[in-house]
């Protein structure tokens, strides 16, 4: 694996542990979205993610199909580009039902790197 490829999958991991951080006293969308802060930086590390991942090499991405990496991609235009049409219910189920299996995904390739 390239050093460029080790350090994209660690900043994605890196945003993953921020949103993580940033969500654990939340309990639901509303709350989410009800605070403002925690929202943007909550997205913030979601666009970082989708930027990662456009960073990383199409032989990685191929070698690992079971990560949804052009749907990563797509939230992350939904939010540069339509920020005022996110739905807070879609990102706090992201973070909930999609965001642990990135995580475990991305240590396994680093770990198998």
């Given amino acids: 694996m390239s050093e460029k490829d080790t350090g994209n999958l ?3 991991l890196e945003s993953c542990a921020k949103i993580k951080k940033f969500t654990a006293d939340i309990w639901d969308a509303d709350a989410l979205f009800a605070d403002e802060k925690t929202f943007d930086a909550v997205l913030m ?3 970082i993610i989708g930027e990662s991942v456009t960073r990383l090499s199409d032989r990685l991405k191929e070698n690992e199909p079971q990560v949804p990496w052009d749907k990563i991609k797509g939230f992350r ?5 339509d920020y005022f049409g996110v739905d807070a219910e879609e990102v706090w189920q992201l973070i909930k039902n999609n965001l642990p299996g990135l995580e475990t995904e991305i240590v396994r390739i680093l770990q198998a790197g």
């Fill in 10 to 12: 660690a900043a994605i």
């Fill in 77 to 81: 235009n939904i939010v540069a580009h």
């Fill in 45 to 47: 590390n979601f666009v």
